[in-house]
């Protein structure tokens, strides 16, 4: 059987992301990664984001080191933001990873 060392994003593993997972390292310190923490419908609280590209009250866009985030729903806010992380509340219907 042949192994499939593809992750979600398409393409083969690089040596560092081969290493942090070998090594059981947090992924969003040693990558970057985004960290998306969702509690019921009514709050999200995204860490390690870029930027923001669109607010709106139906959804919001941001933009992570490795996709964009959509949050789609009614009457959303971004309640704070910093430098690292920003909480999101508000009806959130649904969430979208775009490339």
Excluded: W
Aim: charged share 25%; aromatic share 8%; glycine share 8%.
């Amino acid at each position: 059987m042949k192994r499939n060392d593809s992750n979600a994003r398409g393409h083969a593993p690089t040596l560092r992301e081969k290493m942090v997972t070998n090594l059981e390292l947090p992924k969003d310190l040693m990558l970057g990664a985004s960290v998306l923490t969702v509690t019921g419908r009514g709050e999200a609280l995204i860490s390690n984001y870029k930027g923001i590209l669109e607010y709106k009250d139906s959804f919001i866009r941001v933009q992570t080191k490795n996709c964009r985030i959509q949050i789609s729903g009614a009457h959303l806010v971004i309640d704070y933001y910093t430098n690292e992380e920003m909480k999101i509340t508000g009806f959130i219907e649904s969430i979208q990873y775009e490339t």
